[in-house]
């Protein structure tokens, strides 16, 4: 009879924890980005992350493509003046927000962010590669990267981004006198052509001192990692304290009960 009564509370209170879980899981989560540089020493550095936890809904730009005002600001000096914007007109309902400033090899930045991970289940992501005229990284479906399931459980960790993965937005001609990071970023001259996959112009660069001072090196193969965005569900204050408070009391049903045998295993006949 103990041991039914006592595997009884011992369930009823841990289906109490994880209903909370279960409640804390579908409610807004505190999720913690971070994102760092892969790239060897001396070689490519990043513009500020510009992203959104979204529903899939906006589509920046596309391999093959021309590239629109969107993309081209983000690929032309890394501000996202366009690209911010058209996320919001897209998916008005989009967490969005930007991380770091010059991101070099070797350096790592993090911030977090409030998301309703039922609403926004997907991640949209670009920065400008410098130094280049219009390089940069993204993901071109905006259906690429689902985060969240239905019930709002994390299913990717990270997202890791290598040289094969960087993107030409095919707007700006190749010069290094033009280019951000290593020239004047305010002489541009239309290229015309389309978004497509390319590292092998950065080579181009090598030899340069960058606005960093350091003297760039690309020294990438079509594996390097250069990129890598990293997740991480960091509870509430008060989901946490009701979780601690549920093992708790699941702990403290288990130390009365083996109190209660004990009285009565020593009790006269």
């Known amino acids: 009879m103990y041991h039914t009564h006592c595997t009884m509370a011992r369930f009823s209170v841990a ?18 980005v971070k994102v760092e540089n892969l790239a060897p020493t001396n070689s490519i550095s990043f513009a500020p992350l510009h992203f959104g936890f979204n529903n899939g809904s906006f589509d920046a730009f596309d391999n093959g493509a021309v590239a629109t005002a969107p993309i081209i600001s983000v690929a032309e000096g890394g501000s996202g003046s366009a690209w911010q914007p ?6 008005p309902t989009a967490t969005r927000g930007t991380i770091g400033g010059l991101l070099q090899p070797g350096e790592s930045r993090s911030s977090s962010f409030l998301v309703d991970p039922l609403l926004n289940p997907f991640f949209t992501f670009a ?3 410098v130094p280049s005229n219009d390089f940069f990284i993204g993901n071109d479906s905006p259906n690429r990267f689902r985060l ?12 890791g981004q290598k040289a094969r993965d960087l993107w030409d937005a095919g707007s700006e001609l190749f010069d290094p006198a033009a280019a951000a990071f290593v020239g004047n970023n305010d002489l541009r001259t239309p290229q015309n052509g389309v978004v497509r996959f390319d590292f ?32 991480a569900v960091v509870p509430e204050p008060e989901t946490a304290v009701l979780i601690a408070a549920g093992l708790f009391a699941v702990a403290g049903v288990s130390r009365r009960r083996r109190g209660q045998s004990s009285a009565s295993a020593l009790a006269p006949a």
Do not use: Q
């Open 15 to 32: 289906a109490a924890a994880l209903a909370l879980c279960t409640t804390a899981g579908a409610a807004p989560l505190n999720v913690t």
């Open 86 to 91: 058209a996320f919001a007109a897209a998916d």
């Open 127 to 129: 920065a400008m590669v």
């Open 148 to 159: 969240f399931d239905a019930a709002g459980h994390l299913l990717i960790a990270s997202i």
């Open 200 to 231: 092998a112009e950065l080579a181009g660069f090598n030899g340069l001192t960058t606005g960093a001072g350091y003297v760039f090196n690309s020294a990438l193969t079509a594996d390097s990692d250069v990129y890598r965005i990293s997740f």
